[in-house]
């Protein structure tokens, strides 16, 4: 459903948001090793957070990665998945198809109406500070 890039994206900023609570900084080794993510691949997409204003980065000898606790609980991961993925999430045809719309609509077109309408609310009404909960009890993971 989202990118690789914006897979790595959300997990890489709920990882920031939760040590930004702890009151640190991370390097860009530390979280492409904490999400499973190839290095470079991580620095494009943190550098894409960045320039959305996601995440800070913070250049020098204790440099690193960092977001505002402030913000952490009002950055939606609709933010996240439009700064990676701009709106392709909520449109496009579920099954691939260049031309599926109400008019002419492929076998799950009507079914991915309500789905895409869910998703939009989720990512809508869901922050970061939401998705580290589960992260600092043990309850989730961001690598299997």
Do not use: W
């Amino acid at each position: 459903m989202f990118s690789k890039a914006c897979e790595y994206a959300i997990r890489a900023s709920t990882y920031i948001a939760l040590k930004s609570l702890e009151g640190t900084r991370v390097s860009l080794k530390e979280i492409a090793e904490k999400i499973d993510s190839p290095v470079a691949f991580t620095a494009k997409v943190l550098q894409q957070l960045s320039k959305n204003n996601i995440v800070d980065s913070v250049k020098g000898a204790t440099g690193g990665f960092q977001i505002s606790t402030q913000n952490i609980s009002n950055i939606k991961l609709a933010q996240i998945v439009y700064a990676i993925d701009g709106n392709n999430v909520y449109e496009g045809c579920g099954l691939g198809l260049k031309k599926c719309n109400a008019n002419e609509p492929c076998p799950v077109h009507d079914k991915f109406v309500q789905i895409r309408a869910d998703l939009k609310n989720m990512l809508e009404n869901t922050s970061l500070y939401d998705m580290t909960i589960g992260l600092e009890e043990g309850l989730t993971s961001l690598r299997r």
